[in-house]
Every structure is written in structure tokens, then in C-alpha cells.
């Protein structure tokens, strides 16, 4: 039971994240971007992402258990 609530965090905050990248995108479309600036831009997203989706799952596990006992 505890595993499927972490992935229901874990999912809310990566779809939460993905909707954000997807409006950001559409504000810099336009811009020139080089491969080193996407490349670090993609580093930081996929720590934002891993940290954002581990600690949104243990909150919701964490919510659980309190919850029920």
C-alpha cells in the first residue's frame, strides 16, 4: 500500500514539473540556445525532478501513515 502511495506523490510532482517546463518552453521558443546551456539546464532539471519526486513521495507515504495509524 505504501509503495502505490509513493508513486502517486512521485507522479504528481513529475506531472506538476512537466507542466511547468512545458509553459517555459513556450516563453523561450524564440531564444538561440547552445549545447552547453541546454545541457546544464537539463542537469538541474533532472535534480529538481529526481530530489522533487522522492521528497513528494515520502511526504504522501509519510501523510498516509499518520493518517491511518
Known amino acids: 500500500m505504501n509503495l502505490g502511495i509513493f508513486i502517486i506523490g512521485s507522479l504528481t510532482f513529475a506531472l506538476a514539473f512537466v507542466f ?13 540556445s547552445s549545447w552547453l546551456k541546454l545541457i546544464s539546464v537539463f542537469i538541474v532539471d ?5 530530489m522533487g519526486v522522492l521528497s513528494s513521495g515520502i511526504i504522501f507515504v509519510s501523510i498516509f501513515n499518520m493518517a491511518h495509524g
Open 20 to 32: 511547468f517546463k512545458i509553459s517555459a518552453y513556450r516563453k523561450t521558443k524564440n531564444e538561440e
Open 46 to 50: 533532472y535534480l529538481v525532478l529526481v
